[in-house]
């Protein structure tokens, strides 16, 4: 089972820039990196995945070193409305239900 | 298009019943999901399902929880003599290879509450 390790919480201030990096070392060669935003009773939500180097979207970028055993979340330029659990998983379609979710990380975003 | 979606979103019982969940996954979603939630905690593997069948039961907490699905669409979840460490969310995704050129990307619906007093 590939398992992760990422903060319990962190605090930032609106208008900054957010980095929270995962764990992964026992990452398989198929696997993808994907992270899920989670609000306040809402369902888990996809925010990006990767597979390696960067990747960018209009919320988030996804950094992944040549070695794939980490990751980091950058959420640019933060606001209140970003206070929520983030979640770092790795696995794929291959290996759907040994995906793991974790506990997240917890992140409060202040004015 | 319309989402997950459960019902009930709430439910309270007395310990000892039986409860059904109920998940509607997207249409034409072949993988199915069911965690759980407990408050303050993440998600909690319950059970996938590919299709109708269900090639990895290995999350469900004990044998008086069980899961169906049919005509590879709707999927319950059963819990009988509910216990009151079963209170939890109960959150259902679903997924189909391929969306978007994205791996495996889950929809998750809003969950059902379930409250064993």
């Known amino acids: 089972l590939a398992k992760t390790t990422q903060p319990i919480s962190m605090d930032s201030y609106e208008g900054q820039e957010v980095n929270i990096t995962c764990s992964h070392n026992?990452?398989?060669?198929?696997?993808?990196i994907t992270w899920y935003q989670q609000f306040p009773s809402q369902g888990p939500r996809f925010i990006i995945q990767?597979?390696?180097t960067k990747v960018t979207n209009e919320v988030a970028s996804l950094f992944i070193p040549a070695d794939r055993k980490s990751s980091t979340l950058s959420l640019p330029r933060v606001s209140l409305s970003d206070t929520a659990v983030y979640y770092c998983?790795?696995?794929?379609?291959?290996?759907?239900?040994?995906?793991?979710f974790g506990s997240g990380t917890r992140l409060s975003i202040r004015p | 298009g319309a989402g997950v979606s459960q019902s009930p979103s709430n439910k309270v019982t007395e310990k000892g019943k039986d409860v059904e969940l109920r998940c509607d996954p997207i249409?034409?979603?072949?993988?199915l999901y069911w965690y759980r939630q407990s408050l303050g905690q993440g998600l909690e593997f319950l059970i996938y399902?590919?299709?109708?069948?269900?090639?990895?039961k290995s999350g469900l907490p004990s044998d008086r929880f069980s899961a169906e699905r049919t005509g590879g669409s709707v999927s319950t979840l059963t819990i009988q003599r509910t216990q009151q460490e079963d209170s939890a969310v109960y959150l259902c995704?679903?997924?189909?290879?391929?969306?978007?050129?994205?791996?495996?990307?889950?929809?998750f619906g809003p969950g059902t509450r379930l409250t064993v007093l």
């Open positions: 995704a679903s997924s189909i290879p391929g969306t978007s050129g994205i791996d495996n990307e889950q929809f």
């Open positions: 026992n990452i398989a060669t198929n696997d993808y």
């Open positions: 990767g597979y390696k």
């Open positions: 998983l790795v696995g794929s379609e291959s290996s759907a239900s040994k995906i793991i």
């Open positions: 249409s034409g979603h072949t993988a």
């Open positions: 399902f590919q299709g109708n069948s269900a090639p990895d």
